[in-house]
C-alpha cells in the first residue's frame, strides 16, 4: 500500500510495540463536524485498535492551519478508527502523519 511504512521492532525499545506510518494524509475540510462544542475529524484505518495510541503528527506546510483551528493533541481511537478535536474549523485541507502504536 502507498504511503504505509511498518517500522521495525528494533527501533523501539524493548520492541514490544509495533509502530505503522501513513504518510501522507490528507485531512480533508469537508471531513469535519461539529458535535458537542468542538469540530470533529475521523480518519478511519483498519490497523487501528480501541487499545491503539494514535500520534497525528501535521506536515510543516499545515502548521498555520492547525494553529488557527486550534486542533487539540488528544485523540480518540476506536477499533478502525480515530478521532481528532478542533475548536475551530480549518479553513483548508491539512497534511499529516499517522503513526500508529499497537
Given at each position: 500500500?502507498?504511503?504505509?511504512?511498518?517500522?521495525?521492532?528494533?527501533?523501539?525499545?524493548?520492541?514490544?510495540?509495533?509502530?505503522?506510518?501513513?504518510?501522507?494524509?490528507?485531512?480533508?475540510?469537508?471531513?469535519?463536524?461539529?458535535?458537542?462544542?468542538?469540530?470533529?475529524?475521523?480518519?478511519?484505518?483498519?490497523?487501528?485498535?480501541?487499545?491503539?495510541?494514535?500520534?497525528?503528527?501535521?506536515?510543516?506546510v499545515?502548521?498555520?492551519?492547525?494553529?488557527?483551528?486550534?486542533?487539540?493533541?488528544?485523540?480518540?481511537?476506536?477499533?478502525?478508527?480515530?478521532?481528532?478535536?478542533?475548536?475551530?474549523?480549518?479553513?483548508?485541507?491539512?497534511?499529516v502523519?499517522?503513526?500508529?502504536?499497537?
Amino acid at each position: 500500500m502507498d504511503g504505509l511504512k511498518k517500522l521495525p521492532k528494533d527501533q523501539l525499545q524493548d520492541g514490544l510495540v509495533d509502530v505503522l506510518q501513513v504518510t501522507p494524509v490528507t485531512l480533508t475540510i469537508v471531513g469535519w463536524t461539529f458535535a458537542s462544542g468542538l469540530y470533529e475529524y475521523t480518519y478511519s484505518n483498519p490497523s487501528i485498535l480501541s487499545t491503539s495510541i494514535v500520534d497525528v503528527i501535521p506536515a510543516n506546510v499545515s502548521i498555520a492551519v492547525v494553529k488557527a483551528a486550534d486542533i487539540m493533541p488528544s485523540t480518540l481511537s476506536s477499533t478502525g478508527s480515530v478521532k481528532l478535536y478542533a475548536t475551530n474549523l480549518p479553513t483548508t485541507n491539512i497534511i499529516v502523519t499517522i503513526n500508529i502504536f499497537n
